[in-house]
């Protein structure tokens, strides 16, 4: 048993309490100013070989920001890239891998919208190119040497947060929210929908992207990092230092009924994550192997922030992350994890869908449009266009302009309200010298999102 404090109120918790059902009542509670001053020891385990050694992180009396309940006295070193290499056998060869996927289906079987009844869905496009060739080798990344990272606490719980319950397909808005709010800037969802989701409610944008999230943060004196990649212990890492980490994951409520989703990772006991879950609600747990089985749909991306708010060790911690992981080394360090997971199942869709993705940030485009080929073709299910668009990209940048209408044709079939479908074959449109085709889309991708920057330059 452990007593969390939040705000000025306190509550016993035990393992296995952290449950809350959608419908749940919840009682927000915002943390009092002047609770006292929070003493935490830190030490921390840099890169190189250096010894960084750095004692009592202090939230001053009147931060509004997150405080870190452990079970140990010492507090981890930041993330570091010495516990992440991965040494990857060879990609397995064309042949393989088309014996390997020859007798999966790449029909999409029909499923039920939950406001829109049943449909039936049509087969996916095939692309227009030869089937992939697979890649005989790729480069490993090999960190630069380090330390050994303390021990992770045991547990750890971040208190002082207030939770809120998302508004319809509100998700993100919802997420972010709480994230600014923790590290003591204030705004709320309905403010947040206003500049992210300007047109919304149920034929309103049906999407809002991570580097979306980090732009609105901006605009509340949050700065942030969007990192792919991650491990768990990344995260607990990150929330022992007394940061909240948002997580794009994979939601399955139903058979066929897949999404995105985002959350807002506030503590772990043991081999338990705990989440501010917009949908859910607070204190939602998953285990670590769930956890990571739908998180690395999307790469395993997070998004990090820091503030004025927060002890200077932190924000000095997090503000040289992009020195500690570069982002090439990133990415490369993503794409051995992928490389590996294929290598283990020559069928898994996700780890050929991270292959692209990868190969793509790193600058492989041809290779990344065959990879994302691969994964169509052992089949994706029917949402995944309205949050990643890898596909669309690497198939524009490679000249295979067909395919990005094809592909954009499939997925605006199923619902015609994703504005990045409109922009990418309005894009390819105007490369086939299809001029009235190509500004009609853009016109309905910035209707969609009249924020949508990109769309908005391709019209000028």
Excluded at 163 to 190: H, V, W, Y
Excluded at 220 to 246: E, H, S, Y
Excluded at 324 to 353: I, S
Excluded at 440 to 446: C, F, S
Aim: aromatic share 8%.
């Amino acid at each position: 048993m452990k007593t969390i404090v939040i705000g000025t109120a306190k509550s016993t918790l035990r393992k296995g309490d952290y449950h809350a059902s959608v419908n749940d009542g919840v009682e927000h509670v915002t943390p009092e100013v002047g609770v006292g001053r929070l003493m935490l020891q830190i030490g921390m385990a840099c890169l190189a070989g250096a010894v960084l050694a750095t004692l009592v992180a202090l939230f001053a009396t009147g931060n509004a920001g997150p405080r870190a309940v452990t079970s140990v006295a010492s507090i981890p070193a930041p993330m570091t890239s010495a516990t992440q290499s991965v040494t990857v056998a060879a990609l397995p060869s064309a042949a393989e891998t088309t014996a390997a996927v020859a007798a999966e289906s790449a029909t999409v079987s029909a499923t039920v919208e939950p406001t829109k009844g049943a449909v039936t869905l049509p087969p996916n496009a095939l692309p227009t190119q030869p089937p992939p060739v697979v890649p005989t080798y790729v480069p490993v990344y090999v960190p630069a040497p380090s330390s050994t990272p303390l021990p992770l606490p045991i547990s750890t719980r971040l208190t002082g947060l207030k939770f809120e319950r998302q508004l319809f397909n509100n998700c993100g808005p919802a997420t972010i929210s709480m994230l600014i709010n923790a590290l003591g800037e204030k705004t709320d969802q309905t403010e947040a929908m206003g500049v992210l989701r300007p047109v919304n409610g149920p034929t309103g944008d049906r999407n809002v992207n991570p580097d979306e999230l980090q732009a609105y943060a901006a605009t509340k004196n949050i700065q942030t990092r969007l990192m792919v990649g991650g491990t768990v212990d990344d995260l607990k890492r990150l929330v022992a230092l007394g940061v909240p980490v948002i997580v794009e994951t994979w939601y399955v409520p139903f058979p066929n009924d897949e999404m995105g989703h985002y959350q807002l990772l506030v503590g772990f006991d043991g081999d338990d994550l705990v989440f501010y879950d917009s949908f859910h609600g607070p204190n939602v747990t998953l285990k670590t192997a769930e956890f990571d089985a739908l998180w690395r749909v999307f790469n395993r991306k997070y998004l990090v922030g820091w503030s004025k708010n927060q002890p200077p060790f932190v924000q000095t911690t997090l503000a040289t992350l992009s020195e500690t992981l570069p982002t090439g080394a990133m990415f490369q360090r993503a794409l051995d994890k992928a490389t590996q997971e294929q290598t283990a199942n020559p069928k898994d869709k996700w780890a050929w869908w991270n292959i692209g993705t990868n190969l793509l940030a790193i600058g492989d485009v041809p290779l990344a449009a065959r990879a994302f080929d691969t994964a169509r073709k052992i089949g994706l299910p029917w949402r995944t266009m309205w949050y990643q668009f890898g596909p669309y990209e690497a198939y524009y940048r490679s000249g295979r302009y067909d395919d990005v209408i094809a592909l954009a044709n499939e997925t605006l079939a199923r619902v015609s309200n994703l504005e990045e479908s409109y922009y990418w074959r309005g894009r390819a449109q105007a490369a086939k010298g299809n001029a009235e085709f190509a500004r009609r889309d853009l016109q309905t991708a910035v209707a969609l999102n009249p924020n949508y920057a990109a769309a908005r330059s391709e019209l000028r």
